[in-house]
């Protein structure tokens, strides 16, 4: 069975850092590329990040750019998300989901939908 | 960058009932364009992708279609359990955007 799950969320103040990790189980890690996304208290869902299988190609959305780094090791089955200068409008469930398809990413797009989704993590940025 | 607009942004059908929503980008997506659903409090499940195909284990009432900037979401007979937010998702460049959703409830 393919699983995601993530942790690491918890209550920082603005400013602050935090590390998220999703790990891996049930599906070839290393051929899928990985993604984070977001979704505040009562909103709908915003793309954060995404990268491919080997690290090669990254993405970002606008809103976190310059912020946020997400990276994976493919030998620990697991993906994560260093968020830095958190701000409130951070807040947010943030769930890692792989992508539909194994290797969907080249140099200048990804060609994935997102399937499946883990559990989500709470990140609350609050003073 | 290419907006996904969804609408209407909420609707209430009755049980049975043949229910729409339509997702409409700002440019051409070809068919890359994907619906998930999200029940109160869970994890959003994809449904659709590739604009008409459905997901393994998702119900026949759901269906799909569209290309270029248009695209539709089908309930053919609305049940209690299909209660939730519909997004679309379009996924033909690195940014994968989200619609803003649609709340179906019953009436």
């Known amino acids: 069975e393919v699983q995601l799950v993530e942790s690491g969320g918890g209550l920082v103040k603005p400013g602050g850092s935090l590390r998220l990790s999703c790990a891996a189980s049930?599906?070839?890690?290393?051929?899928?590329?990985m993604n984070w996304v977001r979704q505040a208290p009562g909103k709908g869902l915003e793309w954060v990040s995404s990268?491919?299988?080997?690290?090669?190609?990254?993405y970002y959305a606008d809103s976190v750019k310059g912020r946020f780094t997400i990276s994976r090791d493919n030998a620990k089955n697991s993906l994560y998300l260093q968020m830095n200068s958190l701000r409130a409008e951070d807040t947010a469930v943030y769930y890692c989901?792989?992508?539909?398809?194994?290797?969907?990413?080249?140099?200048?797009?990804?060609?994935?939908?997102?399937?499946?989704w883990g559990q989500g993590t709470l990140v609350t940025v609050s003073s | 960058d290419i907006q996904m607009t969804q609408s209407p942004s909420s609707l209430s059908a009755s049980v049975g009932d043949r229910v729409t929503i339509t997702c409409r980008a700002s440019q051409g997506i070809s068919n890359y364009l994907a619906w998930y659903q999200q029940k109160p409090g869970k994890v959003p499940k994809l449904l659709i992708y590739?604009?008409?195909t459905l997901q393994s284990g998702v119900p026949s009432r759901f269906s799909g279609s569209g290309s270029g900037t248009d695209f539709t979401l089908t309930i053919s007979s609305l049940q209690p359990e299909d209660v939730a937010t519909y997004y679309c998702q379009k996924y033909n460049s690195a940014l994968r955007t989200f619609g803003q959703g649609t709340k179906v409830e019953i009436k």
């Open positions: 049930g599906f070839t890690f290393s051929s899928y590329s």
């Open positions: 990268i491919s299988s080997s690290s090669s190609y990254i």
């Open positions: 590739a604009a008409s």
């Open positions: 989901a792989r992508d539909g398809m194994a290797d969907r990413c080249s140099s200048t797009s990804c060609y994935g939908w997102f399937d499946p």
